[in-house]
């Protein structure tokens, strides 16, 4: 059974007879029904509770080997009903003297596994004393085992466990310093170097240590740890006394040593990022990196600049990332232009997966150090030249900003624009860029030779045939400006910019016949045209998307050290962004808005109605305003990445009645009906954003933000396949204070099988966590899953109901059908009730394009050209569930 197991097949028989093997006087039967039930059965396996007195006489019981097993099994499995059951023998067992080293170690271990698992169910007020009883232990193999339970339990309540701390330091000083550690305990020379690491490490969660001479003693272990790492030719020993080393710098840091120290420890740091080993190298980057949340040691990392820049151009792209990091983290005023520089040196022959950030992080220290505007317009100007299509559209934006913004720049700006646009091959975003800024400031360059009106236009024209559909708008909205600065008129350029415009009034693409048409009608205005195409207007202050995004995109912990530096830096007072209302009313052609910490990736072309319309929630039977969200980031790279900012506290809006219970009318939202009313409670802490906005736009995608509030956000991302679904809830920590109480309860709805993951106690400061979610559909219904979410932070204790977007279009998959499929099924289908006819009247008129949009992101598949009028709209889909056999839906659309 264990074998066919093992080769991956479930096995559902004979599980009684493995429960029953563990009540066997025999050693080979007992081992064999302890081996096999903790393979087979999990914590919530029914015949578990056949088991739990027999192996509760095995643990107090006097047969060690018998004693060992059942702790193993315990442990593997660490159900609630075995740490009820249990976990009060287990604590005996582990304090008992009479034990043997063996079983004690496998009781800490075991005790260890049912806290992690039921904190609240493992009672261990009044521990104190005994971990310190504990830690007097002579023999390391419970001593390690004891210090992997101190670690759970300090990081769960620190302020209960200080009488632990001196303990700790001798422990640390025992090993380094004294090497006070049997032979079998010592690893190529190294004393029990995994124990140094836990010691180190339950350290950490001590926010400072007021004995002096306990200080004093540990400051002098770590001075020694220090003093004594080196590299060796030997990889396991490097591997051993490295994982010492780096969690002594993390210990170093976080007791905030004395500033020599600080600098030793850089420069220990510089020696590993020397070596040629490329493991070594990563781990000196990643921990310089991590170092620079300390204040005083940049200086120190600035004089490893140039190795730091040799690691960047390796050919291993993990060493080249980090090298990356840690120039951007060590940017400041003084090394900005130097490091830019060699950024954009490197740009040519770095890897293109590392492309994109590397012009991110380029155009970010441009914008936050530049010594002066036009600096910062060529550093721009030649990442777009170098890295085109890697850029994305927020970093022209942001320049657009700029030279919209500063009077003094606009010249400079046009000029270089005219410069690279004259080359002849251009990426397309340089042309987007050059363009506008051209067709805005082109004017002030009127009197150089070679930027005459005619000759402006020119140079943008020879680019029209090239570029795509999303760039032709740009191109004739330069052309209408140039057109209105040209005065006196010049009647051969109006004749050519006019036969343009003609040429695109009959345009597929709307945006471009639009633009056409209404350009060569104002173009026929004359002087009234000087007022309606007007220079745009100052944009207001805002904070830089790019910066946002960065911090978006951060991932691991060292990224997150830079972080917090940067957020301390003073950037560079070049870039200055003032705030001006609009003089002429109209809107700047480009809003580059703040990203928040999730995205949810659009599923078709259209716009989303949640960000881009003003949403109306019904309150109380009248409509009222609601404040709108801004989009979302992907939750998975990030979601699979760190919440790097706090709700503000002027961006919380109020619970509204109909927030949860209600479903605003429109026509991409789900009926009414198929959500069930929920209680909102009245929590004293208010949601971020609209909660019932949030569900409808989850309807429609596959991932976004659920819920969100100062303290907490959760996110999904799902995926759906038949009648199966998988969600992963992602929640995140955004303070920097632990979670605690954390619970989730899913209540599902009568067609829906759902399971839910377990869901951990404490979400850690600045951490995610991920609870997959599995979802089967049983049978069709319009009934909506409830997420009952609690968790405390300080005194505020949390109780929010969600609606869980596992809704019936959800389980459909496109299917496109030909005319012969669609009409004869159609036409057998009689009435009702499986075919249903509706008249809609008084909603708001949509778009065809927009209706199959829509229609798409039911995951309703269009057919074209079934029905002969062009009006009408033919789809179909497939419904699928558990019970009933795929079931084929036919939508017909009549206008």
């Given at each position: ?54 192996v509760r006489n095995d643990i107090i019981g006097r047969n060690e080997t018998f004693q060992c097993l059942a702790l193993t099994l315990v442990g593997n499995i660490g159900g609630r009903e075995f740490a009820e059951s249990l976990a009060p023998d287990v604590q005996k067992l582990l304090l008992s003297s009479s034990c043997r080293p063996l079983v004690r170690k496998k009781a800490a271990l075991c005790l260890l596994r049912l806290f992690r698992k039921n904190p609240d169910v493992v009672n261990v007020d009044g521990w104190a004393d005994r971990m310190t009883q504990l830690l007097d232990e002579r023999d390391l193999g419970v001593l390690t085992s004891s210090m992997s339970l101190l670690v759970a339990l300090v990081s769960n309540n620190h302020e209960a466990y200080w009488t632990c701390l001196p303990k700790c330091v001798k422990i640390l ?368 202050e805002r904070q830089s998307s790019l910066i946002k995004k960065a911090e978006d995109a951060e991932a691991d912990t060292a990224e997150q050290s830079a972080l917090k530096l940067r957020a301390q830096q003073q950037p560079s007072n070049a870039l200055v962004v003032t705030d001006q209302h609009p003089s002429n009313g109209e809107p700047p052609p480009v809003f580059v808005g703040q990203l928040s910490v999730v995205k949810a990736p659009n599923m078709n072309n259209t716009e989303d109605h949640y960000s881009t319309e003003q949403v109306l929630s019904q309150e109380n039977g009248n409509l009222s305003q609601v404040d709108q969200q801004p989009p979302s980031a992907d939750p998975l790279s990030d979601l699979l990445g760190p919440l790097a900012i706090e709700g503000p506290p002027g961006a919380t809006v109020q619970y509204e009645n109909s ?237």
């Amino acid at each position: 059974m264990l074998y066919i197991y093992m080769l991956g097949y479930d096995v559902d028989f004979g599980h009684m007879e493995a429960v029953s093997l563990i009540s066997a006087p025999k050693y080979p039967e007992k081992q064999v029904g302890y081996i096999v039930t903790s393979c087979l059965l999990n914590e919530n396996h029914d015949f578990l509770r056949l088991a739990i007195n027999t192996v509760r006489n095995d643990i107090i019981g006097r047969n060690e080997t018998f004693q060992c097993l059942a702790l193993t099994l315990v442990g593997n499995i660490g159900g609630r009903e075995f740490a009820e059951s249990l976990a009060p023998d287990v604590q005996k067992l582990l304090l008992s003297s009479s034990c043997r080293p063996l079983v004690r170690k496998k009781a800490a271990l075991c005790l260890l596994r049912l806290f992690r698992k039921n904190p609240d169910v493992v009672n261990v007020d009044g521990w104190a004393d005994r971990m310190t009883q504990l830690l007097d232990e002579r023999d390391l193999g419970v001593l390690t085992s004891s210090m992997s339970l101190l670690v759970a339990l300090v990081s769960n309540n620190h302020e209960a466990y200080w009488t632990c701390l001196p303990k700790c330091v001798k422990i640390l000083e025992r090993l380094a310093r004294n090497q006070d550690v049997p032979q079998e305990y010592t690893y190529y020379g190294i004393p029990s170097p995994w124990l140094q690491v836990k010691t180190m490490r339950a350290l950490q969660y001590f926010p400072t240590i007021e004995d002096p001479n306990t200080r004093r003693t540990l400051f002098e272990v770590l001075q020694w740890i220090l003093m004594g790492t080196d590299v060796v030719k030997n990889v396991n020993k490097n591997n051993a006394s490295h994982a010492v080393l780096f969690e002594a710098l993390a210990l170093v840091m976080h007791l905030d040593a004395e500033k020599e120290m600080m600098s030793q420890c850089v420069a220990l740091l510089g020696k590993f990022i020397a070596v040629r080993e490329p493991n070594i190298r990563y781990l000196g980057l990643e921990n310089m990196t991590r170092m620079l949340i300390v204040a005083d040691v940049q200086e120190s990392i600035k004089r490893h600049q140039a190795q730091i820049i040799t690691s960047l151009k390796d050919p291993d792209i993990s060493i080249c990332r980090r090298a990356l990091d840690l120039l951007y983290g060590m940017c400041d005023i003084t090394n900005a232009k130097d490091i830019v520089e060699e950024l954009l040196q490197y740009l040519n022959s770095a890897d293109f997966t590392m492309r994109e950030e590397l012009s991110l992080k380029a155009a970010i220290l441009a914008e936050k150090f530049a010594p002066d505007l036009s600096w910062y317009v060529d550093v721009i100007l030649q990442l777009i030249e170098k890295a085109g299509d890697f850029i994305s559209d927020d970093i022209w934006f942001r320049v657009v900003q700029f030279v919209t913004n500063n009077d003094d720049l606009q010249p400079y700006a046009a000029a270089k624009a005219k410069e690279y646009l004259d080359k002849p091959a251009v990426d397309e975003k340089m042309v987007k860029v050059c363009a506008y800024i051209l067709g805005e400031y082109s004017h002030l360059l009127a009197r150089r030779p070679g930027c005459s009106p005619k000759e402006i236009f020119s140079i943008i024209h020879e680019k029209l045939p090239s570029v795509s559909t999303t760039t032709i708008p740009l191109l004739l909205s330069a052309y209408a400006k140039i057109l209105m600065h040209t005065q006196p008129p010049d009647q051969v350029l109006q004749n050519q910019i006019w036969t343009i415009f003609t040429k695109y009034e009959s345009c597929i693409d709307a945006e471009i016949q639009q633009r056409a048409v209404e350009y060569f009608a104002l173009s026929r205005k004359g002087a009234a045209v000087m007022d309606i195409l007007a220079e745009m207007p100052k944009f207001p202050e805002r904070q830089s998307s790019l910066i946002k995004k960065a911090e978006d995109a951060e991932a691991d912990t060292a990224e997150q050290s830079a972080l917090k530096l940067r957020a301390q830096q003073q950037p560079s007072n070049a870039l200055v962004v003032t705030d001006q209302h609009p003089s002429n009313g109209e809107p700047p052609p480009v809003f580059v808005g703040q990203l928040s910490v999730v995205k949810a990736p659009n599923m078709n072309n259209t716009e989303d109605h949640y960000s881009t319309e003003q949403v109306l929630s019904q309150e109380n039977g009248n409509l009222s305003q609601v404040d709108q969200q801004p989009p979302s980031a992907d939750p998975l790279s990030d979601l699979l990445g760190p919440l790097a900012i706090e709700g503000p506290p002027g961006a919380t809006v109020q619970y509204e009645n109909s927030a949860v219970s209600g479903l605003e009318s429109g026509p991409d939202v789900v009926d009414g009906s198929a959500i069930v009313p929920v209680e909102v409670g009245t929590n004293t802490i208010q949601p971020i954003g609209n909660i019932a906005v949030r569900f409808h736009a989850l309807c429609l995608k596959d991932s976004g933000v659920l819920y969100e509030d100062p303290y907490i956000q959760i996110g999904i991302k799902a995926e759906w396949r038949a009648h199966q679904g998988r969600l992963v809830l992602f929640l995140g920590n955004k303070n920097t204070s632990p979670l605690v109480s954390v619970q989730a309860l899913i209540l599902p709805p009568a067609h829906l099988k759902m399971e839910l993951s377990l869901v951990p106690d404490t979400i850690p400061p600045r951490a995610q966590v991920q609870c997959p979610l599995e979802v089967v559909n049983l049978r069709p219904s319009r009934d909506v899953a409830v997420l009952d979410f609690s968790y405390k932070f300080g005194t505020h204790m949390v109780n929010i109901k969600l609606r869980l977007p596992a809704v019936l279009n959800k389980f459909l998959q496109p299917l496109p059908v030909s005319a012969e499929e669609f009409f004869p099924q159609w036409r057998s289908l009689s009435g009702p009730p499986l075919k249903l006819q509706e008249v809609v009247r008084g909603v708001r008129p949509m778009a065809l394009p927009e209706m199959g949009n829509l229609l798409h992101s039911y995951r309703i598949a269009i057919s074209p050209g079934l029905d002969p009028n062009p009006n009408n709209l033919v789809a179909s889909t497939t419904f699928y569930s558990e019970n009933t056999r795929a079931i084929v839906c036919l939508v017909g659309n009549m206008f």
